[in-house]
């Protein structure tokens, strides 16, 4: 079956913009997650779903980062007023349920930010 | 201390050999263990879970310690295509936060 889908998956932009990126789950999975992966780095945790409410938020670096899910589905994260630091790329992962099940990733968005 | 922890390697084998990793964690009320492999520039993919009794995926088998809190990950005859980094991730009971280690980076030699 299809996986988790990630748009787009690269995205280069101006400091100072604002970013957009989509996550769209694996049918069926009620739980998401955003993770940040800069160079050489292991996965910062960034947010977390069950269906559409988000209980810790506290992952995200600074108040420029937002995210929402709509209709236990698509995710947005979004970065505004983008500076360097926030380069790298963003991976998307969905699981049946946040218990014991296994994470499954989207191939991510790397993002550049000039 | 970090709560999950893996040697960051590299691990350079011939192609054939066998060769082990660790990863230790923090938390003892820990419950689910994963280990995923990530390409260079890939999204991580699950390889295998980790079950208490331990568990063999053909030529990788995983284990569990929980009275010393690792996991081990071993990996037989090795191909070329199994290098990678191999990230061990922990998962609490009744959580929903899944930690990962920062990887151990594999290289098999020709």
């Known amino acids: 079956g299809a996986g988790v889908s990630q748009s787009p998956s690269n995205k280069v932009t101006e400091k100072g913009k604002d970013v957009e990126l989509r996550c769209d789950p694996i049918?069926?999975?009620?739980?998401l997650y955003w993770y940040r992966q800069s160079l050489g780095q292991g996965l910062e945790f960034l947010i977390y779903?069950?269906?559409?409410?988000?209980?810790?938020k506290s992952g995200l670096p600074s108040d420029r980062f937002s995210a929402e899910r709509t209709g236990g589905s698509v995710s947005t994260l979004t970065i505004q007023r983008t500076q360097q630091e926030d380069s790298a790329v963003y991976l998307c992962?969905?699981?049946?349920?946040?218990?014991?099940?296994?994470?499954?990733f989207g191939p991510g968005t790397r993002l550049t930010v000039t | 201390r970090k709560e999950v922890e893996q040697d960051p390697g590299p691990f350079n084998v011939p192609e054939g050999a066998t060769v082990a990793f660790n990863c230790t964690y923090s938390?003892?009320?820990?419950?689910?263990f994963f280990w995923y492999r990530q390409d260079c520039r890939k999204e991580p993919k699950l390889l295998m879970s980790?079950?208490?009794s331990g568990n063999e995926d053909g030529r990788f088998t995983a284990q569990l310690n929980r009275a010393s809190q690792y996991i081990s990950l071993l990996i037989r005859d090795s191909k070329l295509s199994d290098s990678a980094t191999y990230l061990c991730?922990?998962?609490?009971?009744?959580?929903?936060?899944?930690?990962f280690g920062t990887g151990t980076r594999l290289k098999v030699l020709a």
């Open positions: 779903f069950q269906g559409n409410s988000a209980p810790d």
């Open positions: 980790v079950y208490s």
């Open positions: 049918s069926g999975h009620t739980a």
């Open positions: 992962a969905s699981t049946e349920a946040p218990a014991f099940y296994e994470q499954y």
């Open positions: 938390n003892s009320a820990s419950q689910s």
């Open positions: 991730v922990v998962k609490g009971a009744g959580t929903y936060k899944y930690i």
